[in-house]
């Protein structure tokens, strides 16, 4: 397992240690979650578990029954 040292502003280290603290978590596996969702490569849960939230706003059949075919493509 690697370790990285990092310096914080007193602000952000209180802050941090606040966050870490309501989650009933240590501080390294806070930080460690952080850089594991960042990196996942996609929409964290809470933006997520938005879809179908506003009920007037097309699904994505819908955007894509609404634009006009492709032109056909030149070769190259």
């Known amino acids: 397992m690697g370790q990285v040292t990092i310096y914080l502003d007193d602000t952000t280290a209180k802050r941090?240690?606040?966050?870490?603290?309501a989650?009933?978590?240590?501080?390294?596996?806070w930080i460690a979650g952080?850089?594991?969702e960042r990196?996942?490569?996609?929409?964290?849960?809470k933006v997520r578990s938005l879809a179908g939230?506003?009920?007037d706003l097309p699904?994505?059949?819908q955007i894509r029954r609404s634009?006009?075919?492709?032109?056909p493509r030149e070769r190259i």
């Open 16 to 21: 941090l240690r606040t966050a870490a603290s």
């Open 59 to 61: 699904d994505a059949e």
């Open 34 to 36: 952080i850089i594991r």
């Open 23 to 29: 989650g009933r978590t240590p501080v390294s596996a």
């Open 53 to 55: 939230t506003w009920k």
């Open 39 to 45: 990196l996942s490569g996609q929409w964290p849960e």
């Open 67 to 71: 634009r006009g075919k492709d032109i």
